[in-house]
């Protein structure tokens, strides 16, 4: 009888593997390429709501005609209904509008949120408890419609655009994450400045803000597409429709379905506006683009400002 020995083992053929990844069980491909396909149907549905506005106000108004309303892809692209609305007349007003209250409001609020959150996260700073408890209280119990216009009311801010900034200058949850973030700094990079004789404002400057442009880039995300996105405010605080924002225009000619007189658009005389539904999809188009141009910009940031901001341990 024959014995192998221990110099020669023996030698197994490999299993044949069915797995496009090493390490995956067999038959791991078919769930994957179905996940995969239901990935992108998700996706498809996703985006092509996003097509047929986009191509409906790029369309001919013959073709928006003929299809009795949206089109999936135009024939022949034409930028009249953006001419239209882009030429002097309302809509361009309201982008002016939406741009400034964007611009003056995320700089203003991040510059008392910023500050606000320094001194909250400083233990023993004057104030710091009753301010902090005032903070969160308001996280849980909102003034209230009535309350709040009696206050703009109160302030002579009606039919302002300050009625637009003020009264939303500071997110009580931006303050806190912002505070988080502070507070998980090393507080030896702090006491060494202050030994070295540098003030609160120095300290914040130079140091605590370049360690914090994370946090910072989401939380001014945060500020931009709260103004951005803002209509109740101009619904409560402005009579006047030249100072509406973006958002109170596309609610009027878009959600109610109303209708852009002769004065509100720029169209030569005697010539035929756009159809409402290219002029509709135009203004859907003008209200999302810039933030959809912003947030790539600051997207890289996002996971890591809000995380190291908001989770300690």
């Known amino acids: 009888m024959t014995t192998l020995s221990p110099a020669h083992p023996v030698r197994r053929k490999p299993r044949k593997s069915y797995s496009a990844v090493p390490g995956e069980t067999p038959g791991a491909l078919p769930w994957r390429a179905f996940k995969s396909l239901i990935l992108l149907i998700c996706v498809v549905l996703v985006l092509l709501p996003f097509l047929a506005i986009v191509s409906t106000s790029l369309a001919d108004p013959v073709q928006v005609t003929k299809a009795g309303g949206y089109v999936l892809w135009p024939d022949h692209v034409t930028f009249d209904s953006y001419s239209a609305l882009l030429s002097g007349g309302l809509v361009s007003k309201a982008m002016l509008v939406s741009v400034g209250v964007t611009v003056v409001g995320t700089a203003l609020s991040l510059v008392c949120s910023i500050t606000l959150a320094y001194g909250l996260s400083r233990p023993g700073s004057f104030g710091h408890k009753p301010v902090l408890m005032l903070l969160l209280m308001s996280m849980l119990f909102a003034p209230g419609v009535i309350p709040s216009y009696l206050m703009v009311k109160q302030l002579h801010l009606i039919n302002s655009y300050w009625s637009l900034i003020l009264p939303t200058v500071i997110n009580a949850f931006n303050v806190i994450v912002l505070r988080s973030f ?4 090393p507080q030896e990079l702090i006491d060494a400045a202050r030994m070295d004789g540098a003030s609160e404002l120095k300290i914040l400057t130079r140091i605590i803000l370049p360690l914090s442009k994370a946090s910072v ?11 951005w996105n803002a209509f109740f405010n101009a619904l409560l605080y402005i009579n006047d429709a030249s100072k509406w924002p973006m958002q109170m225009v596309l609610r009027t000619y878009v959600v109610n379905n109303s209708q852009l007189s002769g004065g509100q658009l ?10 409402t539904q290219s002029l509709q999809a135009a203004i859907l188009v003008l209200s999302i683009v810039p933030i959809v141009i912003v947030y790539p910009f600051l997207q890289r940031h996002m996971n890591k400002g809000v995380m190291v901001g908001a989770v300690k341990g």
Not at 266 to 275: E, H, I, K, Q, T
Request: charged share 0%; proline share 12%.
């Open 182 to 185: 502070f507070m998980n700094l």
């Open 217 to 227: 880039a989401v939380i001014g995300l945060f500020y931009a597409v709260t103004y």
């Open 266 to 275: 720029n169209v030569a005389a005697g010539a035929v506006p756009p159809p």
